[in-house]
Structures are given as structure tokens and as C-alpha cells.
């Protein structure tokens, strides 16, 4: 039998838990010395798969001038309209648990929760991340877009691994189902 593929959350936080500023920006992120790829491109190998919001794809393509960077994945964005798909993207305007199950259990890689904080809140409520792979950037930007949003969920979680990159700490955890 094989294994049901892995919805997995692979991102970088500040130290007081924000994913960018107030106005989109990941400066502070680009300023901290890490070792290499941070260990991105070993990431990269394990997934086949991504997912994401319509606002991340919207920044991801206005900072990539265009060029989408994941072209050798399969990649669905969530949007509350219904858009025309475009070149290496699917658009997905259906219930996320129902469509997330049904990839789930398709053969492949694990899947990649990109983000932004709207789609994760939605993922994190329904109970569809299976793991999170932390960076954590030693910066405090004050005030910004949470990487987890208050709402009315737990998630308990249990810690795979701990490694660092250069400035940077990795925190790998499994969720407890």
C-alpha cells in the first residue's frame, strides 16, 4: 500500500511570527545571512505539488516579472472568483477539504501550502497540514501579516528536527492527528 502524500507548509517567519510587513514586503527577510538556499532546493525535491492564494500568486508574478517560478510543478491557486487557468497554473474556486482530499490521495509527491495567511488559516482549521517546516529569521518587525491567524483551532504538534542555516533556525514538525 502506499503512503497518502503530505500537505506540507514551507515558509519563512520573523521572529514575532510575521510572514511580511503591513505592505507586502519580505526586505527584512532578504537581509538576514543564511547558508546557501536555506535549504530550499532540498525541499523542492520532496513535493510535486503546490497550492496557493490568489494574493501570493498575484506578489509571486508582480516580483518574478511575470515568470512563474514553479513551472516544473503542478500548481493550483485558490481564488473566490472563477478565473481562466493560465500557463502552468490551475485556478480552483471549490470547497478547499473536498479538492485537498481528492489530491491528497492521487499519486505523487508531497504538497506544498505556499501560502498566503488567509488559505493557511483555512487549512489549518480544517486539519489539512500534516507538516510545518519553519525558518526562523532572528528579526522583529513589530507589526505585519501573521503567519497564523487567531481563530478557534489547536493544532498540537510534535518536533521532527531542529537545524540551522547560517542566522536562520528550521523547525520541522509533524501535526499529532
Same mark, same amino acid.
Given at each position: 500500500?502506499?503512503?497518502?502524500?503530505?500537505?506540507?507548509?514551507?515558509?519563512?517567519?520573523?521572529?514575532?511570527?510575521?510572514?511580511?510587513? $503591513?505592505?507586502?514586503?519580505?526586505?527584512?527577510?532578504?537581509?538576514?545571512?543564511?547558508?546557501?538556499?536555506?535549504?530550499?532546493?532540498?525541499?523542492? *525535491? #520532496?513535493?510535486?505539488?503546490?497550492?496557493?492564494?490568489?494574493?501570493?500568486?498575484?506578489?509571486?508574478?508582480?516580483? *518574478? $516579472?511575470?515568470?512563474?517560478?514553479?513551472?516544473? !510543478? +503542478?500548481?493550483?491557486?485558490?481564488?473566490? &472568483?472563477?478565473?481562466?487557468? !493560465?500557463?502552468?497554473?490551475?485556478?480552483?474556486?471549490?470547497?478547499?477539504?473536498?479538492?485537498?482530499?481528492?489530491?491528497?490521495?492521487?499519486?505523487? !509527491?508531497?504538497?506544498?501550502?505556499?501560502? +498566503?495567511?488567509?488559505?493557511?488559516?483555512?487549512?489549518?482549521?480544517?486539519?489539512?497540514?500534516?507538516? %510545518?517546516? %519553519?525558518?526562523?529569521?532572528? #528579526?522583529?518587525?513589530?507589526? +505585519?501579516?501573521?503567519?497564523? $491567524?487567531?481563530?478557534?483551532?489547536? %493544532?498540537?504538534? &510534535?518536533?521532527?528536527?531542529?537545524?540551522?542555516?547560517?542566522?536562520?533556525?528550521?523547525?520541522?514538525?509533524?501535526?499529532?492527528?
Amino acid at each position: 500500500m502506499r503512503n497518502q502524500r503530505k500537505i506540507v507548509l514551507f515558509i519563512a517567519q520573523s521572529l514575532d511570527g510575521y510572514i511580511a510587513t $503591513k505592505e507586502d514586503s519580505l526586505d527584512w527577510l532578504f537581509k538576514v545571512e543564511g547558508e546557501g538556499d536555506n535549504g530550499y532546493s532540498e525541499f523542492l *525535491e #520532496t513535493i510535486d505539488t503546490i497550492l496557493l492564494g490568489k494574493r501570493t500568486y498575484d506578489w509571486i508574478m508582480k516580483h *518574478e $516579472k511575470g515568470l512563474f517560478p514553479y513551472q516544473n !510543478k +503542478g500548481c493550483y491557486v485558490f481564488s473566490r &472568483s472563477t478565473i481562466g487557468d !493560465k500557463d502552468h497554473v490551475t485556478f480552483v474556486n471549490e470547497d478547499i477539504v473536498h479538492f485537498t482530499t481528492s489530491l491528497k490521495n492521487e499519486d505523487g !509527491k508531497n504538497i506544498w501550502i505556499v501560502g +498566503g495567511g488567509d488559505l493557511l488559516h483555512t487549512f489549518l482549521k480544517e486539519k489539512l497540514v500534516d507538516e %510545518l517546516i %519553519l525558518t526562523v529569521a532572528p #528579526t522583529i518587525i513589530g507589526d +505585519g501579516i501573521p503567519l497564523f $491567524k487567531a481563530g478557534h483551532y489547536q %493544532l498540537d504538534l &510534535s518536533l521532527k528536527g531542529a537545524r540551522s542555516f547560517n542566522q536562520f533556525i528550521e523547525l520541522h514538525y509533524t501535526v499529532k492527528k
